[in-house]
């Protein structure tokens, strides 16, 4: 268990709805990573927040937009799905000071139909 | 942006033997190598990682090799049991920024 948590574990959807995902970060962990997992893709980075900022952006869609709170949960939404949003979404964090240790989530699987 | 690759992408051996998965990256400023081993339904978990101020690292069965001439890395597994069976994931990035993750070794220990 890496202490990270992930919520849902499972959505099913259908294309043009809403969806939010969310991830509370380890105790003390300052640093949020979202990645996507598909089958074709691999893992591909979306985002980063640390302490409540945008760090740094990856391949993430405009539909798709996230956020950290002051309490460090973070929330990933994405909108007006897709069928091809169908993927594994991780989160993982990494503390303050990190040398780069980043822990994982154990994902939400997205259903998109 | 860097480019990671990784081979192979299937891997078979016998329970005990050793499997090497070994990744290329293009980044010379890259400095984060971190390896994770990923179970059916679950998140990619940290095995190992190195640092590019090291050329090798080792715990238990478990051993990882730079070179950062060569721009590759190494992730080394001996005397596998099936508990090993699972997707390893190398990754490449400077410290503290995004991972560039490799496509995945799905490695089989046949007992």
């Known amino acids: 268990d890496s202490g990270v948590t992930q919520t849902p574990k499972h959505l099913i959807t259908a294309t043009g709805q809403r969806v939010t995902l969310r991830c509370s970060p380890r105790?003390?962990?300052?640093?949020v990573y979202w990645y996507q997992q598909s089958l074709d893709q691999g893992l591909q980075f979306l985002i980063q927040?640390?302490?409540?900022?945008?760090?740094a952006k990856g391949n993430i869609l405009e539909r798709f937009s996230a956020q950290q709170f002051p309490d460090l949960h973070s929330e990933l939404n994405l909108s007006s799905l897709e069928l091809g949003d169908s993927a594994l979404y991780f989160c993982?964090?990494?503390?303050?000071?990190?040398?780069?240790?980043?822990?994982f989530g154990p994902g939400t699987r997205l259903l998109v139909l | 942006g860097e480019n990671v690759e990784q081979h192979p992408s299937t891997l078979s051996v016998q329970e005990g033997d050793s499997a090497v998965i070994k990744c290329t990256y293009s980044?010379?400023?890259?400095?984060?190598f971190p390896w994770y081993k990923q179970e059916l339904g679950k998140g990619p978990q940290l095995i190992i990682d190195?640092?590019?101020?090291?050329g090798e690292k080792k715990d238990q069965r478990i051993a990882v090799t730079l070179n950062k001439t060569a721009k590759h890395f190494s992730l080394h597994i001996t005397e596998t049991q099936p508990e090993d069976s699972a997707v390893y994931f190398c990754?490449?990035?400077?410290?503290?920024?995004?991972?560039?993750f490799g496509t995945g070794t799905s490695l089989t220990v046949i007992p």
């Open positions: 993982a964090s990494s503390p303050a000071g990190s040398r780069g240790t980043q822990y």
């Open positions: 105790s003390g962990d300052l640093s």
């Open positions: 927040y640390y302490n409540g900022e945008e760090r």
């Open positions: 980044d010379s400023a890259s400095n984060y």
């Open positions: 190195i640092r590019s101020n090291v």
């Open positions: 990754a490449a990035s400077l410290i503290r920024n995004q991972f560039y």
